[in-house]
């Protein structure tokens, strides 16, 4: 039915013995039972005409004895060696596949969870993927679908195969944080690690990796995402497909509060997303609440205007305590600030009467476009270097840069081309360098080795740029 793949056969499968594998097997075997009997038949009629070295007597009654012993062995192994062939060719059962599945254990080592938690997850043969703007998919799953195969036959789904950027599948534990899985982690050791730590009030739980999940959210509230991983190079042409594909990818980060805009910019953008998923608004309409086209429906949060940081001087040295950046902690809205947003977004969705769905789209994406940090990566991290800097920041990673804001801010402290960063990388499991014109920038995340994967892939894509220039007349 729509909506579901079939990764692997669930359960346990034995092949069709009609099989050309399995017929290949048993001819192996057939073919060692036969060379057994030959050697025993030239043994024994090398004995029975008492051809025999004069240093080594004839012991007929015991060399037939030991041959025949031998020769029952191998046809005993030779029978069944097909079978156990098969055997290890096809899915093993779900209940035993964590204690048995080579993979998952690699990811579970170290680790003592409860065999009741363990065997209820394994259990499970379906996963709910989130597809972004509203569209979801029950994947039937077994003990060895790792989180690279969901992506790939995601890809299929949606004619994402041959797109240009690269996808990956998210854990979304909060309304703001995203943690990437790794194509090689078994996708049921994810909900292990996510359901043992909720279950046992920790603050997220770690995965195999080093990939840490969660900060302190609700327990239980986790879903998988489909999103994209790394961008394809800057003024790039999309298929209409991927284009698709990038809106609402664009309008999930706005929900999330990871597109900074102005108050005015939110609620045109709200208004537009109303226009292309509603059309013109009708007498006595309200704003929908679902799906939501705000951010403050889904945090009713209210944010201060912008705090303007100062950038990091030339030649800037660790020096004094960070300090925290006056007014730029979130508050709840109140009632009345919130229906007066919801009025607002009306009026705006009002005057685009007659705009069609496609140019509402188009329009929204213009004002995304205008940040030219849109195609970035975002990543929360914290500084304690420079004291002109907040602590609690933004790293943002694209294809040609790395820049450094302030939280919730359009405009960058610093911004680093990919090229002029000399090294970077991981000392620690929460602590991350970048190298560039001999200085060191120190600070700490829980996304190291997903910053780390994605510096890797972009650096590798502007090698490939640099190959193809080369090689131009």
């Not at 191998?74 to 062939?85: A, D, Q």
């Amino acid at each position: 039915s729509s909506g579901e793949l079939f990764l692997r056969s669930p359960g346990f499968v034995v092949r069709d013995m009609a099989s050309d594998r399995y017929w290949t097997d048993l001819a192996w075997s057939a073919a060692a039972v036969v060379a057994g009997l030959v050697a025993w038949y030239i043994r024994t009629q090398a004995l029975s005409s008492g051809v025999a070295s004069s240093s080594h007597p004839v012991r007929a009654p015991a060399d037939v004895f030991v041959l025949s012993i031998a020769l029952s062995i191998g046809i005993t192994i030779g029978l069944s060696l097909p079978f156990f062939i098969e055997l290890t060719r096809t899915n093993i059962p779900a209940s035993a596949a964590l204690a048995h599945h080579a993979t998952t254990k690699k990811y579970l080592q170290g680790t003592k969870f409860d065999e009741k938690l363990v065997d209820e997850v394994v259990g499970r043969e379906e996963l709910t993927v989130n597809c972004l703007g509203g569209r979801q998919f029950d994947i039937l799953i077994t003990p060895t679908t790792t989180c690279g195969e969901i992506v790939t036959e995601l890809k299929h789904m949606l004619d994402l195969s041959t797109g240009l950027n690269e996808y990956g599948l998210y854990v979304r534990q909060s309304r703001r944080t995203d943690s990437f899985m790794v194509n090689e982690i078994p996708v049921h050791s994810v909900m292990v690690h996510l359901e043992a730590g909720d279950r046992k009030g920790d603050k997220g739980g770690g995965v195999g990796g080093g990939l840490v999940l969660g900060d302190g959210n609700v327990p239980g509230q986790y879903h998988f995402v489909f999103n994209v991983f790394s961008f394809a190079c800057l003024n790039t042409t999309f298929s209409l497909v991927e284009e698709d594909f990038m809106f609402e990818r664009a309008f999930d980060a706005f929900l999330l509060r990871r597109l900074p805009c102005s108050p005015h910019t939110m609620l045109r953008l709200a208004s537009l997303r109303c226009q292309c998923l509603f059309g013109d608004v009708r007498v006595g309409a309200e704003v929908p609440s679902s799906p939501p086209v705000h951010p403050v429906q889904i945090d009713g949060l209210f944010h201060p205007p912008p705090f303007e940081s100062k950038a990091l001087p030339r030649g800037a040295k660790k020096r004094g305590k960070v300090k925290a950046v006056p007014g730029s902690a979130d508050r709840k809205m109140t009632k009345v600030e919130y229906d007066a947003t919801m009025q607002r977004i009306l009026d705006m969705w009002t005057s685009l009467q007659g705009v069609s769905s496609d140019d509402a789209r188009r329009a929204f994406m213009d004002i995304v476009d205008e940040w030219p940090y849109s195609m970035h990566s975002i990543f929360d991290i914290q500084q304690s270097i420079y004291p002109d800097w907040p602590k609690d920041m933004w790293l943002l990673i694209g294809p040609d840069s790395v820049s450094f804001h302030e939280k919730y801010r359009r405009a960058s402290l610093v911004t680093l081309a990919l090229e002029d960063i000399e090294q970077f990388g991981g000392p620690y499991p929460n602590i991350y360098t970048l190298v560039t014109s001999g200085k060191q920038i120190d600070f700490e995340t829980q996304h190291v080795q997903e910053i780390a994967a994605v510096m890797k892939r972009y650096c590798e894509q502007l090698s490939d740029l640099y190959q193809v220039a080369q090689k131009k007349p």
